[in-house]
């Protein structure tokens, strides 16, 4: 048992800043959804990635620049994920702060893809371990909007960083992309 020292303050109250779990949003659950089938997020009780999104639904829609939309995500990198002997694959920080940053920028605008990713692996990621992924998607034009990711360990350890331009999908991309599978 603990006891509380009588001088000490009262613990502050917990401030709502405003994050939720991303089905909690109307664009959010359909996002959701589709999360629940893709390569990173499809097996939320498996060895190699779990992933929970959360999203700020002050932020959503339509990001602006001096508003822009935040997805953030809590990530555990389990034994499959291995690359180098202990630590998690780059493939896979890379695959997680993609889908971070798509889910992102639909969050924001509409449905799109990636056209172009860069990544920075700034630290190797030890297996185990439980990191977050914070997401920004900046303003978007006609076709696209450009978006940035890192992942960040508990004790502020700065693991990967991205940048990716994605294409929103529109008319000309009629029946592509559409659900499928076998
Ligand atoms: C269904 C929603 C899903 C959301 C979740 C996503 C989660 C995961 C994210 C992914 O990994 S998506 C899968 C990986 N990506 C792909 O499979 C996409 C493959 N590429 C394509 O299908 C086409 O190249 C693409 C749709 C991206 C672009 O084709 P378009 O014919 O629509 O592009 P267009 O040439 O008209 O260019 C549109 C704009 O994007 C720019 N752009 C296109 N490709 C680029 C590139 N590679 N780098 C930089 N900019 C690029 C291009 O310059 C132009 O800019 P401006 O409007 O300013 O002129």
């Known amino acids: 048992m603990t006891l509380t ?3 000490t303050p009262p613990a502050p109250a917990a401030v709502d800043d405003g994050w939720r779990p991303l089905d909690a949003h109307p664009v959010g659950r359909t996002i959701a959804a589709f999360a629940t089938r893709s390569f990173v997020a499809n097996d939320p009780h498996g060895d190699r990635l779990r992933i929970r999104y959360e999203a700020r639904a002050a932020a ?3 990001a602006t620049a001096a ?3 935040e997805l953030r995500a809590e990530v555990w990198f389990g034994p499959k994920a291995e ?3 202990g630590h998690a694959h780059g493939g896979s920080v890379a695959a997680v702060l993609d889908e971070a ?3 992102a920028v639909w969050l924001a605008h509409r449905a799109a893809v990636a056209a172009h990713i860069e ?3 700034r630290n190797p990621v030890p297996l185990g371990l439980t990191g977050r992924v914070e997401t920004t998607a900046g303003p978007a034009d006609e076709r696209k909007s450009s978006v940035s990711a890192r992942l960040v360990g508990p ?3 700065v693991y990967g960083e991205a940048t990716g331009i994605f294409v929103l999908l529109g008319e000309r991309h009629a029946g592509r992309f559409r ?3 076998a």
Do not use: E
Request: hydrophobic letters at 25%; aromatic letters at 4%.
């Open 5 to 7: 020292p009588p001088d």
């Open 60 to 62: 959503v829609p339509h």
């Open 67 to 69: 508003q822009p939309a």
């Open 83 to 85: 690359g180098p002997p």
């Open 101 to 103: 940053m798509g889910l």
């Open 119 to 121: 990544v920075d692996f």
């Open 155 to 157: 004790d502020g350890t």
């Open 179 to 181: 659900g499928g599978g």
